[in-house]
């Protein structure tokens, strides 16, 4: 968790620094303590509590577990994964498909790489809700032809009436962006903004290069530019209103 300082500033957090899980089907990285990693100083940026970067052999996944209270987003950057959930949900989640699983009064899924030979790699996320124990939900669209146009796109919020899919947070959202290499975008203010690099690299204002799996985590920093590097850059950023 960042510091209480009133002056804004931006922490970079470097991919190689994060926490790893390392199994025969999984190896994960995990941007804030999660599971058996605990570090009481970092345990969330604003009202991201989960940014977990995870690849998922072929033929294996993540079997039938429960969720609570929790707003979880899911961002396919290779591969694909089967959702199957408690609820009757079922469905393929693929790159540039929005995807969120509101686990409310209480769910259970799963998420498994059928494919036979190819890796899933993704990003699950989760932000806490603004309402407890709500029915649980499902929710996907996909917008790989927004990201086309190789801007920020509005993903998941529960603000933003223009975003793809809904959140049960009212002070959170996600963007996303496919950039060609040297494009220029603002970073979305917030008094808390979490920048992580899916693919590629880039350039932020203030806190210099980033590669795949870095991220910046932005407290009542304004509104830095980002420019992506030579290869592009795909970025999800959070912009969250906290009060701590």
């Known amino acids: 968790m960042s510091g209480n300082n009133k002056e804004g500033f931006i922490e970079t957090v470097r991919g190689e620094d994060r926490f790893r899980t390392r199994i025969d ?6 941007s804030f303590s999660f599971g058996s990693h605990w570090d009481p100083t970092n345990t969330h940026h604003g009202l991201l509590l989960v940014n977990n970067e995870d690849h998922v052999r072929a033929a294996s996944g993540f079997s039938t577990h429960p969720h609570r209270d929790m ?6 950057i ?5 959702h199957k959930d408690s609820m009757g949900h079922k469905g393929i989640i693929y790159p540039g498909l929005a995807q969120r699983m509101s686990a409310g009064s209480g769910i259970f899924h799963s998420e498994i790489n059928n494919s036979k030979k190819e890796e899933a790699h993704l990003v699950q996320m989760w932000v806490v809700p603004d309402t407890e124990s709500i029915k649980p939900g499902y929710e996907q669209l996909d917008i790989n032809s927004e990201l086309a146009k190789g801007e920020l796109v509005p993903v998941a919020s529960g603000r933003e009436d223009l975003a793809a899919i809904r959140i049960r947070q009212k002070d959170a959202t996600l963007w996303a962006g496919r950039l060609a290499a040297g494009k220029t975008v603002k970073v979305p203010e917030a008094s808390h903004v979490h920048l992580f690099v899916a693919k590629g690299s880039g350039t ?4 210099g290069e980033f590669k795949q799996g870095d991220a910046a985590r932005l407290v009542r920093a304004g509104s830095p530019a980002w420019t992506a590097g030579m290869e592009g850059s795909e970025i999800l950023v959070w912009q969250t209103e906290y009060r701590e």
């Open 78 to 82: 290779g591969g694909e994964l089967e």
């Open 25 to 30: 089907w999984l190896d994960g990285r995990h």
């Open 204 to 207: 932020l204002a203030g806190a």
């Open 71 to 76: 707003e979880i987003v899911t961002w396919m």
